[in-house]
Nanobody, 116 residues
Framework: QVQLVESGGGLVQPGGSLRLSCAASGSIFSINAMGWYRQAPENERELVAHISTGGITRYADSVKGRFTISRDNAKNTVYLQMNSLKPEDTAVYYC??????????WGQGTQVTVSS
């Protein structure tokens, strides 16, 4: 099993920045790719950013140029640097790990609120 713990959420003004962290533990050797999803009230969970074991990244169109996903394999940690935040970025952000078996593991979520 893989356990994921997110941190770094909070309240920020529009135009501000936050960095989310996701620390993985457990059967980390079984992780294929990792990513960040978000879910706003009354919306479905959506992919924000994704990074493969080889470092290939993919972003939702709405965050391209503003968010950066990175991965520190030595620390088993994935980061999401969020710049130029907008009110529409407000959501609960979830860390996700795709296991080599095809199963998924999810973190508990961290709230990001962008408001003046």
């Amino acid at each position: 099993q893989v356990q994921l713990v997110e941190s770094g959420g909070g309240l920020v003004q529009p135009g501000g920045s936050l960095r989310l962290s996701c620390a993985a533990s457990g059967s980390i050797f079984s992780i294929n790719a990792m990513g960040w999803y978000r879910q706003a009230p009354e919306n479905e969970r959506e992919l924000v950013a994704h990074i493969s074991t080889g470092g290939i990244t993919r972003y939702a169109d709405s965050v391209k140029g503003r968010f950066t996903i990175s991965r520190d394999n030595a620390k088993n940690t994935v980061y999401l640097q969020m710049n130029s935040l907008k009110p529409e970025d407000t959501a609960v952000y979830y860390c996700h790990a795709l296991i080599i078996t095809g199963l998924s593991s999810w973190g508990q979520g961290t709230q990001v609120t962008v408001s003046s």
